[in-house]
C-alpha cells in the first residue's frame, strides 16, 4: 500500500481538482470527494442523493472516470429482488499517477519551447497575430500574413520569463505529488 496524504488535503489539491473536473466533468470532485469521506464502496444512487444530482449524471461522471481506470466498481447481486447492484471507489494512486504523467509531458513541452525561444530570433506585427522565427518572417518578406503590417523582431525574454514561471510551478506541484506515491 502506498501512503496517501489525509483525506482532506488529497482533494483539495488544485491540481487534484482540475484533473479530475476535466476527466470526468463538473461534478468529478464532488463524487471523489464523497467517496474518499465514504471510506468504502458506494452506489451510485447514494452519491446522487447526497449531491442532489441527477442519477444519471452521476454515472456519465463514474463511466468517464472508470473509462481512465480512476473509478472502479464490483457487482453483486441482490439476493432478495435478483437485481445487480454497482458499488463504486476511487483509486488515488490511479489519480496521481495519470497526474503526474500528465505533468511531465507538460513540462517537455515547455522546456521545448523554452529551448526553441532562447535559440531563434522571433519577429512579429505590431498587433502581434503570430510570433515566427526568423526562417519563416523572411518567406513573408516580412509582412504579416493575417494583417498586412510589417514584422519587426519580437522580444521573446517576456515570454521566456513567463514560461520559466509556469515551468517552475508545474515542477513545485508534481514534487507535492510525487511525495504522495
Ligand atoms: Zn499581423
Not at 86 to 94: H, L, N, S, V
Not at 110 to 118: M, S
Not at 120 to 129: A, I, L, P
Not at 156 to 169: A, G, M
Request: charged share 35%; net charge positive; hydrophobic share 30%.
Amino acid at each position: 500500500m502506498i501512503p496517501l496524504p489525509t483525506k482532506k488535503k488529497f482533494i483539495k489539491l488544485p491540481l487534484v481538482q482540475e484533473f479530475l473536473e476535466g476527466t470526468g466533468g463538473e461534478a468529478a470532485i464532488g463524487v471523489a470527494a464523497f467517496c474518499e469521506k465514504k471510506g468504502k464502496r458506494v452506489t451510485d444512487e447514494e452519491i446522487a442523493k447526497k449531491m442532489k444530482v441527477k442519477v444519471t449524471e452521476i454515472r456519465t461522471v463514474l463511466n468517464r472516470l472508470h473509462y481512465k481506470g480512476i473509478a472502479c466498481y464490483k457487482k453483486t447481486k441482490n439476493k432478495r429482488n435478483g437485481w445487480y447492484n454497482y458499488t463504486w471507489e476511487i483509486k488515488k494512486k490511479r489519480i496521481v499517477e495519470l497526474i503526474l504523467e500528465e505533468q511531465k509531458e507538460n513540462i517537455k513541452k515547455l522546456e521545448e519551447k523554452q529551448n526553441f525561444g532562447k535559440n531563434y530570433c522571433f519577429f512579429s506585427c505590431k498587433n502581434t497575430c503570430n510570433v515566427t522565427p526568423f526562417e519563416i518572417a523572411a518567406e513573408y518578406q516580412f509582412k504579416c500574413p493575417e494583417c498586412g503590417e510589417t514584422m519587426n523582431s519580437f522580444d521573446y525574454s517576456k515570454k521566456l520569463e513567463s514560461i520559466n514561471k509556469q515551468i517552475d510551478t508545474m515542477k513545485k506541484e508534481v514534487g507535492q505529488l510525487e511525495k504522495i506515491t
